[in-house]
């Protein structure tokens, strides 16, 4: 069809003109395309749906993950239309939460932003309890729910029964940020708004946007050219020299410094390896910076915090002068605050001009972290460094050296009888290195779910690059591994991934065997099953020497359950490394899904875990924590 043919049927009402207007995207090569040729007009009719999802083409989202009901039908329509020319894509899912973090995952791991959809109430109350991840995780993800209707003809099911106006908006919006599309031509802002958040260079997060059910298919005439393109941020730095030259000189003159590398690291490797040479550094990492530097590397200190490890925490409790570079300070990370007791100058790399400040005694280099640290690598090799810098990072070598040898002892366990299970099975950290050194062969990303896999697993993990392992300690989100690795049957390019999660976690979203085989995932799930919570457990046998309501007596045998969905390859692991292995390699053959059922010991043997390192506020230990943190200046 060519574009005189397309400007009238473009121009139709209903479904006839919805598809012309589809065809003519796709056989234009996109929508700028489109626009660009005339093949669309620059001023429309359309229906809200259809203008929606002509804005979110606009920024580069093309894929939906949705779960439709009576308050979504009609954009439903809209994206069965555009889905048949080729121009979107359309993935339905058996959970929100579920959904919510598969989405999180494919904005994360892939850089792909997709929209979700739910209807109205529970739904939607569901998929916003899942967009926790993402604000938690700073990931840029658009959440479209349908909402009551606007003429107050009454209560709408589903609505939350109250006489007020916009109450769902109003819940989301303390989650991120919302914007009820009570009016079709208020679109235009309501984009400008959702992508300045989504698309944020520092701080992304989720977007909610509400379509009330009536507005969906009002009609209203748009200027698709006034619809916003995704903004493209520049890298911004200090403009003036004096804050850069003060943290350079402050560093240069300490010789006891540690660097904290936080989740805003990721993806800046070369910067931050290069910075922590020219400031002769120990790097102390957080659960999401795992290979930020090379798990080799002699500066990496590896994890610090709460849970933290034996050369990590010692890093932080021994240095004076602390770097934090894309940090922002969550409890686990810094010991509830009380993880520097002898540090007296902080120098903050960060983009949030909040988090840059979260110490006192700050030098708060503001700006784009990549852009920030080059100018301070520059500053530090033009000024000579403090000779105690070659005692300091000996001394932290060593502390590396215990770490390793405490780690290989617990990784090189053999298997241990557990009263549960009747029999020898692997602890938890052996059999976890087990599936992180197949990863690392096969080269497949990992995804830990919340709880003791988590933990112990975040103390393990030997990559060499970021973006290898995807650990939600953000909002430390039960279930998220399980859905995650599903983003990897809607990216564009996926990678092989693995999912190691716990019988608890497992249980709170196995909707993964079903849509898994749905949507051609390729993928592994791990089941460390321990019969129990045991991160909750050792936490109150830490503190109170009893665990209370952490497990139940009930067997499950998941790989029969795996085994009831067709597609999904089911395998039994005995208690042996042996066993562990032939497995891995069975079920990364499978062209599909396999799930492995591991039985691991739970017990009082002190190698069946990575220890804990730090402080926490939590329980019975507030008082010292609290008591602690203010006796210090920091």
């Known amino acids: ?66 779960i439709f009901g009576h308050g979504s039908t009609d954009l439903g329509e809209v994206l069965r239309i555009y889905e048949a020319e080729g121009v979107t894509r359309t993935f339905n899912f058996r959970n929100e939460v579920e959904m919510a973090h598969a989405a999180t995952a494919l904005a994360w791991q892939y850089g792909e932003t997709p929209a979700l959809i739910t209807s109205i109430g529970p739904g939607a109350l569901q998929a916003m309890a899942g967009s926790l991840a993402a604000a938690s995780n700073g990931v840029g993800v658009w959440h479209i729910y349908g909402d ?60 909610f946007l509400h379509l009330p059910i009536n507005t969906q298919p009002a009609k209203a005439s748009f200027n698709l050219d006034s619809l916003p393109e995704r903004p493209c941020a520049e890298a ?171 780690k290989a002892e617990r990784l090189a366990l053999p298997p241990l009888r557990d009263t549960v299970w009747q029999r020898d099975v692997l602890a938890q950290p052996a059999a976890i290195g087990i599936v992180d050194s197949f990863a690392r062969d096969i080269g497949a990303v990992k995804y830990f779910d919340a709880g003791d896999v988590q933990a112990n697993g975040f103390q393990i993990v030997e990559d060499a690059a970021s973006g290898r ?59 460390f099953d321990n019969r129990r919570m045991a991160a909750i457990s050792s936490l109150q046998l830490a503190q109170y020497g009893k665990d209370f309501r952490t497990n139940d007596a009930v067997a499950v045998d998941y790989a029969q359950m795996a085994g009831a969905v067709q597609g999904v390859l089911p395998i039994t692991v005995e208690g042996t490394p042996e066993s562990l292995r032939a497995a891995l390699q069975k079920g990364h053959a499978h062209p599909g899904l396999s799930v492995l059922h591991v039985p691991v010991y739970s017990g009082e043997d002190p190698r069946a875990g990575m220890g804990s390192w730090g402080s926490w506020n939590v329980g019975n230990w507030v008082d010292d924590v609290q008591s602690r943190w203010m006796k210090q200046s920091l």
């Open 148 to 207: 009551e209707t606007t003429y107050g003809e009454g209560y709408n099911m589903q609505q939350i029964p109250k006489p007020e106006q916009e109450l769902y908006a109003r819940m989301t919006a303390l989650m991120g940020q919302s914007y009820m599309l009570h009016t079709p031509q208020a679109l235009r802002e309501a984009m400008r708004r959702g992508s300045r958040r989504v698309h944020d260079p520092i701080k992304a997060g989720p977007f």
């Open 469 to 527: 392992t995807y650990t939600e300690t953000g909002a430390s989100y039960m279930g998220f591994a399980a859905s995650g690795i599903l983003a990897s049957a809607l990216a564009d390019r996926p990678e092989y991934v693995i999912a190691f999660t716990g019988d608890g976690s497992f249980m709170m979203n196995p909707q993964v065997l079903i849509d898994a085989v749905e949507h051609g995932l390729r993928g592994m799930v791990v089941i």
């Open 236 to 406: 911004l730095s200090p403009e003036a020299d004096a804050m850069i030259t003060r943290a350079a000189e402050q560093i240069a003159r300490t010789g006891k410094v540690v660097m904290k590398a936080g989740g805003g690291t990721r993806g800046f490797d070369a910067e931050i390896r290069a910075l922590a040479q020219a400031a002769g550094a120990a790097v102390v990492l957080s659960p999401g910076s795992t290979g930020v530097l090379d798990d080799a590397d002699p500066l990496n200190m590896h994890v610090g915090g709460s849970k933290g490890s034996l050369s990590g925490n010692y890093a932080m409790q021994q240095a004076e002068l602390l770097i934090v570079a894309g940090s922002r300070a969550v409890c686990q990370a810094d010991c509830s605050g009380t993880g520097y007791p002898k540090v007296r100058e902080v120098v903050n790399l960060n983009g949030d001009w909040a988090d840059a400040l979260h110490y006192n005694n700050t030098v708060s280099l503001v700006g784009d972290l990549g852009a920030v640290s080059r100018r301070l690598i520059a500053a530090l090799k033009a000024l000579p460094q403090s000779p105690d810098k070659a005692a300091w990072l000996e001394a932290c070598a060593a502390k590396k050296k215990e770490w390793l040898g405490y």
């Open 1 to 66: 069809m060519n574009i005189q043919e397309f400007s009238k049927s473009v121009r139709l009402p209903g479904i006839k003109g919805a598809q012309a207007r589809a065809a003519a995207i796709a056989q234009s090569g996109g929508f700028a395309e489109a626009l660009a040729t005339g093949a669309l007009p620059t001023t429309v009719e359309l229906t809200l749906s259809e203008a929606l999802v002509l804005a979110l083409l606009k920024q580069g989202t093309r894929k939906y993950l949705a």
